[in-house]
């Protein structure tokens, strides 16, 4: 039977709407299908999902044979992809727990290690306080010494004056001019230089 132009148009636009609809569906498919499948699940897949959502089988829009496989073969097929998958997601887990103790162990081993560390500072921090506390109460202790020092060498000086002062003083007794000194002011001032001299010479 001639197809006219009009009916070729409808047609192509009914083709070419469905394999717009089946690319979605595709799309759809390879995102949501699992590890270890292959092209022929993803397709599989998009062929369920098209007529899923859209209530026609694709072959039936499309005026085609079916490309889904035999329902026993692919029942097969699975059995086996369902152990291997198994299998693999067994491993998977294993080492995604082997990873998480792995990584586990490493935080621990880290947060130890800050802790030594902190330990350690808060030693030397302690050790060094402790080493200006001692620096600070020796130099409290020398500046008392030095005080003290001071003070006597003070107290020296100033002993030394008097004593100065009393020596000039004596002096000036003792070389005083006696010759126009009456009597009894001679006897006087004798007794006072033999003071004198027992102070500073005996």
């Known amino acids: 039977m001639t197809r006219g132009v009009v009916a070729c148009k409808k047609r192509w636009y009914k083709i070419n709407k469905a ?19 292959n092209a022929d699940d993803i397709k599989e897949l998009a062929y369920k999902l098209y007529s899923t959502n859209y209530e026609t089988p694709l072959a039936d829009e499309l005026g085609v044979d079916s490309p889904v496989r035999p329902q026993g073969s692919k029942k097969s097929k699975r059995r086996g992809k369902g152990k291997a998958q198994m299998s693999e997601d067994f491993s998977e887990r294993k080492s995604s727990v082997v990873k998480k103790l792995s990584l586990m162990e490493d935080i621990k081993n880290v947060r130890e290690k800050e802790l030594m560390e902190r330990e350690k500072e808060r030693e030397e921090e302690k050790e060094h306080r402790a080493k200006m506390m001692a620096i600070k109460e020796k130099e409290i202790q020398i500046q008392a010494a030095m005080k003290e020092q001071e003070l006597q060498t003070q ?4 002993e030394m004056e008097i004593k100065a002062k009393e020596r000039e003083m004596d002096m000036q007794i003792l070389n005083a001019d006696t ?22 010479f005996t």
């Open 19 to 37: 394999v717009a609809q089946f690319a979605g569906c595709y799309d759809q498919a390879s995102r949501n299908i699992r590890s270890g499948s």
């Open 155 to 158: 107290r020296y000086i100033k």
């Open 179 to 200: 010759s126009t000194m009456s009597e009894k002011r001679r006897a006087l001032h004798e007794i006072a230089c033999e003071k004198i001299m027992a102070k500073w």
